[in-house]
């Protein structure tokens, strides 16, 4: 294997599943993992929940969750690297689909939690949890 830094290679792993529910409605499950060498590693599960409320208007409801063991690489002299976090996300979401095109909104809150104190407090601010309200606006566009 040819290495191009002094890191260890990070293996990752992915998986998705989507179950019809009813005719109307459908969950999407995603789940995912990465590992590298010495100590990092990160999880992630979600799922989002979807009903066709008419052939062009259809409601969401979605959870995620993350957690990572930290920062393993310290680019900065003293030791700025990051702390475990656990993020917590969840949203509820409106999308319009036409023939060619869509529109989706998606709001709910997001939560991080930093699992130990920054080890500098030169980055303590950088590192603090935080309760955030996640928006997001899509348009798509098929051409």
């Given at each position: 294997m040819l290495k191009t830094t002094d890191r260890e290679p990070r293996y990752a792993f992915k998986s998705s599943f989507n179950y019809a529910v009813?005719?109307?409605?459908?969950?999407?499950?995603?789940?995912s993992a990465s590992k590298e060498d010495p100590s990092f590693t990160s999880w992630s599960v979600g799922s989002t929940l979807e009903k066709d409320w008419s052939d062009?208007?259809?409601?969401?409801?979605?959870?995620?969750?993350?957690?990572?063991?930290?920062?393993?690489?310290?680019a900065l002299p003293g030791?700025?690297?990051?702390?475990?976090?656990?993020?917590?996300?969840?949203?509820?979401g409106?999308?319009?689909q036409h023939d060619s095109s869509s529109l989706k909104l998606l709001v709910g809150p997001y939560v991080n939690q930093y699992l130990e104190a920054p080890a500098d407090q030169e980055?303590?601010?950088l590192y603090l949890d935080r309760d955030w309200l996640y928006v997001?606006?899509?348009?798509?566009?098929v051409f």
């Amino acid at each position: 294997m040819l290495k191009t830094t002094d890191r260890e290679p990070r293996y990752a792993f992915k998986s998705s599943f989507n179950y019809a529910v009813s005719e109307s409605l459908v969950c999407r499950t995603e789940a995912s993992a990465s590992k590298e060498d010495p100590s990092f590693t990160s999880w992630s599960v979600g799922s989002t929940l979807e009903k066709d409320w008419s052939d062009t208007w259809f409601l969401s409801l979605s959870a995620r969750f993350y957690e990572d063991s930290g920062q393993i690489e310290i680019a900065l002299p003293g030791n700025s690297s990051a702390p475990p976090v656990r993020a917590y996300q969840g949203s509820v979401g409106i999308r319009w689909q036409h023939d060619s095109s869509s529109l989706k909104l998606l709001v709910g809150p997001y939560v991080n939690q930093y699992l130990e104190a920054p080890a500098d407090q030169e980055f303590g601010n950088l590192y603090l949890d935080r309760d955030w309200l996640y928006v997001n606006l899509a348009y798509k566009l098929v051409f």
